[in-house]
């Protein structure tokens, strides 16, 4: 089954650049999406692409590409075993909110991202088991100077593999506890940085928590643990930190859908000494069909980033709403507001934001 959709308006954005002194701008932005889904009796593949391009129509100039695909194929096998696999790619400019600084002078770089996993699950009675293999990868396009020439940004680049076992016991048809332990290994295709470190590092998580199905109502999981990544370079302090993690899907009423999400990760850089930061980020997400033609949403987020070995921090705080207007079965009016706001401990990193899209979106 194919599911195509194309968006076309105009975006004002009181800061453009997302930068400490803001420049507003109106951007033209284009985003076509697709999608496929197997109707097998067993088993099921999926396939998901979409790309945005952004380009300026008057105020600040900035083209801001955006584009990815992703796929997953699950088996189900004799056994009561299950075997899937995914893999993603995305383009993305980098975020102003990046924790790696980068010369005033310099452009936000292009950053691409793959991820690839295998998971195999098996059943045996109430027990649940999974052994999970994935691999992330992470490259930089060079940062454009404003004078000329660029900034190479190779120290960054890194893979990142682990191997995740998980047991867990259904205790009932609406929970199953479970406890995980993650092993990986982060290299950098650069030995040694151009500070002279070496930043691959060997990391080690342990995580408890529960899987959730209370039939329609409400289904995903929430796990909190540990983490502790340790660096090839002495002079480089190791990171441990608590996680929190979760995937919930809420839907307290017919045609309303809340989506609870949270996340933490270790997140490298390039200054010189610095081991890192920690990021924790959350989001709330309602969706509510209002009546057959009219289709709402608003989402809260919050993300809090600790950098290690200092008193810095970050914290961002974004909100933002929608809508969408169908006309008939293949076209609508779709509009949106946003607002966010960054506020930082080091100089020049505390930003705001607001922004308002209105446009046409076509679906068949």
Known sequence: MLNASLEQGLTWNSNATSSATPQSGITSETTLRLGLASDWAVHQALLNAYGTWRQPVAGAAFIDPEM??????????????????????????????????????????????????????????????????????????????????????????????????????????????????????????????????????????????????????????????????????????????????????????????????????????TTAGSSGSVLYSGSVTATRELRANLTANAALGLAFRDYASTTDTDTTLSASAGFTWWLNRHAGLTGRLRHETVRSTQAARSTQANSVFLGVKFQR
Request: hydrophobic share 40%; aromatic share 6%.
């Open 68 to 269: 990815g695909m992703d796929g997953s194929l699950r088996l189900d096998l004799d056994g009561d075993i299950t075997l899937t696999g995914a893999a993603s790619y995305a383009l993305t400019r980098e975020d102003a909110s990046s924790p790696v600084p980068l010369a005033v002078t310099a452009s936000r770089p292009l950053q691409h991202e793959i991820n690839a996993s295998l998971t195999a699950a098996k059943d045996l009675g109430k027990f649940r088991f999974s052994a999970k293999g994935a691999v992330n990868r992470l490259s930089f396009g060079d940062a454009a100077l404003s004078g000329g020439g660029v900034l190479s940004q190779a120290d960054r680049d890194a893979t990142y593999l682990s191997a995740t076992l998980r047991a867990g016991y259904q205790v009932s048809a609406a929970f199953t506890p479970f406890a995980e332990v993650e092993i990986g290994r982060r290299a950098y295709d650069l030995t040694t940085d151009s500070a002279g470190y070496q930043r691959s590092a060997t990391r080690l998580g342990l995580r408890a928590g529960t899987m959730i199905d209370v039939s329609e109502k409400l289904n995903g999981e929430v796990s909190a643990g540990w983490v502790r990544e340790d660096f090839d370079d002495t002079r480089l302090a190791s990171i441990s930190a608590l996680t929190l993690n979760s995937t919930l899907n809420w839907s307290p009423l017919r045609g309303t859908t809340i989506a609870f999400a949270g996340s933490t990760g270790i997140e490298g850089t």
